[in-house]
Nanobody, 121 residues
Framework: QVQLVESAGGLVQAGGSLRLSCTASGSILRINDMGWYRQAPGKQRELVASISRGGSTDYADSVKGRFTLSRDNAKKTVYLQMNKLKPDDTAVYYC???????????????WGQGTQVIVSS
């Protein structure tokens, strides 16, 4: 069984910083792409950033220059460093990972449980 466990989000003032982490555990052969999505009230879930196993990153235009995504393959962990936060960044943030499972030798995309980030103005 595979699961993704996210760190707690929190309440932060506009302009502040917050770091989220997400760790995968279970029957894992390899983790391919990892990333973070977010969903604000009344809006669709959107991609925030993604990172390949080799470290290539892709960011939503709205977070470029403010957020940094990184990963530690040995720790099976992805990190989202969020700086210069804005009230528009308020959302539930979800980690996801494309994981090759050792039990079935197939890939499956897993999601974390979501963590709330609130940015006050």
């Amino acid at each position: 069984q595979v699961q993704l466990v996210e760190s707690a989000g929190g309440l932060v003032q506009a302009g502040g910083s917050l770091r989220l982490s997400c760790t995968a555990s279970g029957s894992i052969l390899r983790i391919n792409d990892m990333g973070w999505y977010r969903q604000a009230p009344g809006k669709q879930r959107e991609l925030v950033a993604s990172i390949s196993r080799g470290g290539s990153t892709d960011y939503a235009d709205s977070v470029k220059g403010r957020f940094t995504l990184s990963r530690d393959n040995a720790k099976k962990t992805v990190y989202l460093q969020m700086n210069k936060l804005k009230p528009d960044d308020t959302a539930v943030y979800y980690c996801n990972a494309d994981i090759l499972r050792s039990s079935t030798y197939d890939s499956y995309v897993y999601w974390g449980q979501g963590t709330q980030v609130i940015v006050s103005s």
